[in-house]
């Protein structure tokens, strides 16, 4: 299995664009690029998945450079309510394997 | 669909006795996975099933964790005798067998060990 690295920890302010930076040196030719949010006091939730370039939906982007190596999950204007733990996980239809995450705390 | 559901939601026990864990996976899917979460050790994945079969229990903790899936709306995970350590937040999740990256969790099981 791939191994993900991620900041354990990020500040924000609220209205501002957060990118959270995953390398995945690792990383092989059937692996996708999958990332969870987790909410104080609930189980995680998926969030947006890919393979390259970019692929966007209607709560986050995901940027993948042509190598693979890592991957950004970008947080468009975050209110206080994106302040969770992000996940960024990498498999090929295997089971996942969720490290730290990254910590975001959303100020006002 | 309501989602993945876990029962109970809470649960505080004494040392030794014995805890059973439910989950009811989302109708349709083939693909369930216990996870344990506690702060030390993160979200730490148990057992997985794939169509009612289990695949891999390599991270369950020792013989006093078992888990069965006796059909395709149903699982529970027990643990006799329950031990301190045993205290987190259990977590089922289910997904379709062809897309195991995309799980859907359920709310979790607080589990207290006194």
């Known amino acids: 299995l791939a191994k993900t690295t991620q900041p354990i920890s990020m500040d924000s302010y609220e209205g501002q664009e957060v990118n959270i930076t995953c390398s995945h040196n690792?990383?092989?030719?059937?692996?996708?690029i999958t990332w969870y949010q987790q909410f104080p006091s609930q189980g995680p939730r998926f969030i947006i998945q890919g393979y390259k370039t970019k692929v966007t939906n209607e709560v986050a982007s995901l940027f993948i450079p042509a190598d693979r190596k890592s991957s950004t999950l970008s947080l468009p204007r975050v209110s206080l309510s994106d302040t969770a733990v992000y996940y960024c996980?990498?498999?090929?239809?295997?089971?996942?394997?969720f490290g730290k995450g990254t910590r975001l705390s959303v100020i006002a | 669909d309501a989602g993945v559901i876990q029962s109970p939601r809470h649960e505080v026990t004494e040392m030794g006795q014995e805890v059973t864990l439910r989950c009811k996976p989302i109708s349709g899917h083939n693909s369930l996975f216990w996870y344990r979460q506690t702060m030390m050790r993160g979200l730490e994945l148990l057992i997985y099933?794939?169509?009612?079969?289990?695949?891999?229990d390599s991270g369950m903790p020792e013989d006093r964790f078992s888990a069965k899936m006796p059909n395709a709306s149903f699982s529970t995970l027990k643990i006799q005798p329950s031990e301190p350590r045993d205290s987190a937040v259990y977590f089922c999740?289910?997904?379709?067998?062809?897309?195991?990256?995309?799980?859907?969790f359920g709310p979790g099981t607080r589990l207290l060990v006194l």
């Open positions: 099933f794939n169509n009612n079969v289990p695949i891999d």
């Open positions: 999740a289910s997904s379709f067998h062809r897309d195991q990256e995309t799980q859907y």
């Open positions: 690792n990383i092989a030719t059937n692996d996708y």
């Open positions: 996980l990498v498999s090929g239809n295997t089971p996942l394997v």
